[in-house]
């Protein structure tokens, strides 16, 4: 019988993509238990933007999130996503600071780091990847899924390679916007399995309504796994259904592992917790339809209404076409890098700002002048020298890597908190996130204990 494993995300990418991360964590916890009965491959639980959101709006310590999951789900692998060079958050980091995230990470409970870069750039995985595999986790290298005319199939696969050659155990294919269409999963996957001894997964969205299908045509041409949301919390801008999925499988001769029984408790507990968010208007309905606009203009849908969101504060709704026209030349001053955080928000605030001035790159923000510098990486294709020129002047080009220029992060911020962190997960809070962790840290303190208030000694 053809194995295929499943990824469950209602605790991260599914919870990300449909409610901004606001999942706390009583409303999840019951549930816990039952999860770690369905047979899922891997539960995908924290990172991404779990921890900014866990400090930033839910009071809640992001590390004792994980402990209290790995204690609930003591058998099921958790998984994490982890932005490479960037850890949780937008800018780079030190190694040390990446290294000791990735360590404590593991310790506090991940068994599967799923790890990428918003430029695919090897250079920037390096550090977390060979750290995970001292810790003895499972390094899995996501490449992100973009079209672009620099971006073709031995691009992806030649990436692969050297990903695994790098030591990653897995390699994901991270298709962030949903636009990754059945026959170029079927293709891609198919290549990949010939070309590669690790296994496959897939990662995509169901916005523009390719989703299911393509997980589908994934799994005949051979993947390893793929990644579904429970049916409740599925579909729009969240991944395609685990039971539909699961179901189809199964009848086409799969083995899951999953049981659709255990399926039916977890997506009948998370019932109420959708209607909640529904009856609240937390949970726009709008997300949860398809919308084909991602596959028209070739961008994320979180990345468009982003556009419109800025265009609509800055009165200046009625630009928005001529934004959307702006964005792929912008993406293609810039080398054609992937519209993956932070690349997304990059691109689009340029475009915006081009349009609105009515002169091109008349405003550049300190992130894009960073990008021309090199300081995120080696952009896929080339940047337009004049662009640079623009910017940067006669500044010589960079030599080395910058990321050998960042100075230590966990010394001085040790040092600044003092008694305010009790941890080394406390520090790398703050460094992540300084002011959301230290406005944190001091709530916890003159607060007493934060874990009093959450816990939830309903399960053992
Ligand atoms: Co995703």
Known sequence: MKKIGITETV???????????????????GILDTMDKAGYASIECWGGATFDSCLRYLDEDPWDRLRFIRQHIPNTRLQMLLRGQNILGYSHYSDDTVRAFVRKSVENGIDVIRIFDALNDIENIRT?????L????????????TISPIHTFDMYVELAKKYEALGCQSI???????????????????????????????????TTGLGSMTLLKAAEAGADGIDTAIS????????????????????????????????????????????????EGRLNPSVLTTKIDALNYQIPGGMLSNLIANLTSLNALDRLDD????????????????????????????????????????????????????????PPGKINPDLRKQVL????????????????????AKAYLGDLAQSEEDVLSYVAFPAQAEAFLRRRKNTGTFEAEYSFAKEE
């Not at 990059?346 to 300081?375: C, D, F, H, P, W």
Request: proline share 6%; with cysteine; net charge negative.
């Open 172 to 206: 994901c294919i991270k298709d962030m916007a949903g636009i990754m269409s059945p026959q170029v999963a079927y293709d891609l996957v198919s290549a990949l399995k010939k070309e590669l001894k690790v296994p496959v997964v897939v990662h995509t969205h169901a």
């Open 134 to 145: 001292k810790c003895g986790a499972e390094a899995q290298g996501a490449i992100c899924y």
């Open 323 to 378: 934004v959307l026209l702006e964005t792929p030349k912008v993406r293609e001053d810039l080398g054609y890098p992937p519209l993956v955080t932070p690349m997304s928000q990059m691109v689009g605030a340029q475009a915006v700002a081009n349009v609105i001035t009515g002169k091109r790159y008349a405003s550049v923000s300190k992130e894009v002048k960073a990008y021309l510098r090199g300081q995120y990486g080696t």
């Open 393 to 412: 002047g006669d500044e010589p080009e960079h030599v080395g890597r910058w990321d050998d220029e960042i100075e230590p992060e966990i010394p001085k």
């Open 11 to 29: 605790l991260r990418d599914a919870n990300q993509s449909q409610i901004a991360t606001r999942l706390r964590r009583e409303e999840f916890a």
């Open 232 to 279: 409740i919390f599925s579909g729009g801008t969240a991944q395609p259904p685990t039971e539909s999925m699961v179901y189809t499988l199964q009848e086409m001769g799969y083995d899951t592992g999953v049981d659709l029984k255990v399926c039916k408790e977890i997506n009948d507990f998370f019932k109420p917790v959708e209607k909640k968010y529904l009856d």
């Open 128 to 132: 977390a990847v060979d750290e995970t």
